[in-house]
């Protein structure tokens, strides 16, 4: 029997339920719907050969799946969008370009965009126009076909000490220069809550250009009720405010095994119950 649906569209990931489900990415699907789950994300879809990408988008409508974010383009290593590189641009510019036939195929709406790290010899407003310049460029590549962008701020604190795009009010200034619908905020709670806590507040600042949902708790970027944010509230006042947005589970499992994964079921339902 498949479970109640939830009140929000919270997205597993492949090899979140492999214990449970195995390793066949099919039966992950269908195990996660029966859980009443009623999106999926796929960080890795681009890598995946192009057959089993078609093979996952044919069984999505079919278990009533929305699909959620894959990576369009991210760097951890080297300067992009806020740099003045030009062949670090293009090569930008090539991946919105591939990530538009990988959105066509697997049926996505939304990309991750991560705009890699900031430059050490360049001011801070200078690398924002930068950005700003580059987004609208990768638009114009995106409008046709309706896929939006969603810019990632992460924390600098615990996992990237150089990423250009940290704080979501950065995040906000850049979506509202570049004033294009197909480019919105990615905003991952768990990111957000090291950079600047305060959380329901920094989301109805940012509301008018947030897209796309992330989460996993802190510490330890694993499922709700395993750390010091109240998921139950945040899901709430996100609920409040629209039930349309997906929110993508980019965390790990506190515990192994399928009683692990068990209790990542039980942690959303418990932050579901409001």
Same mark, same amino acid.
């Given at each position: 029997m498949t479970a109640k649906p939830f009140k929000l569209k919270y997205a597993p990931h492949f090899g979140m339920f492999k214990e449970s489900a195995?390793?066949?990415?099919?039966?992950?699907?269908?195990?996660?719907a029966d859980q009443g789950f009623t999106a999926w994300e796929d960080?890795?879809?681009?890598?995946?050969?192009i057959a089993l990408q078609e093979k996952v988008a044919r069984e999505m409508p079919k278990l009533k799946l929305e699909m959620g974010v894959f990576v369009a383009t991210a760097t951890f290593e080297h300067v992009t969008f806020a740099g003045n590189d030009e062949a670090a641009r293009e090569k930008a510019l090539?991946?919105?370009?591939?990530? +538009?036939?990988?959105?066509?195929?697997?049926?996505?709406?939304?990309?991750?965009? +991560?705009?890699?790290?900031?430059?050490?010899?360049?001011?801070?407003?200078?690398?924002?126009?930068?950005?700003?310049?580059?987004?609208?460029?990768?638009c114009d590549i995106c409008e046709k076909s309706g896929l939006i962008? +969603?810019?990632?701020?992460?924390?600098?604190?615990?996992?990237?000490?150089?990423?250009?795009?940290?704080?979501?009010?950065?995040?906000?200034?850049?979506?509202?220069?570049?004033?294009?619908?197909?480019c919105k905020i990615l905003f991952d709670i768990f990111h957000q809550q090291i950079t600047e806590g305060n959380l329901i507040p920094n989301i109805d600042m940012s509301w008018s250009e947030i897209?796309?949902?992330?989460?996993?708790?802190?510490?330890?970027?694993?499922?709700?009720?395993?750390?010091?944010?109240?998921?139950?509230?945040?899901?709430?006042?996100?609920?409040?405010?629209?039930?349309?947005?997906?929110?993508?589970m980019e965390h790990g499992i506190s515990r192994p095994g399928q009683d692990g994964e068990r209790a990542v079921i039980d942690a959303y339902r418990a932050s579901d119950d409001f």
């Open positions: 195995g390793e066949d990415l099919i039966d992950q699907l269908k195990f996660a960080n890795r879809m681009g890598k995946r050969e090539g991946e919105m370009k591939a990530a +538009v036939e990988i959105g066509k195929r697997v049926n996505a709406k939304w990309c991750t965009v +991560v705009p890699g790290l900031y430059d050490l010899k360049l001011a801070w407003g200078y690398q924002s126009a930068n950005c700003i310049d580059l987004l609208r460029r990768c962008m +969603v810019l990632e701020p992460l924390n600098r604190l615990t996992s990237h000490p150089r990423v250009f795009l940290a704080e979501s009010p950065h995040a906000f200034e850049i979506c509202k220069a570049v004033n294009h619908p197909c897209g796309y949902f992330q989460c996993g708790d802190n510490p330890g970027r694993k499922e709700p009720t395993t750390g010091e944010i109240n998921y139950r509230n945040v899901f709430k006042h996100i609920h409040s405010k629209s039930t349309a947005l997906i929110v993508g």
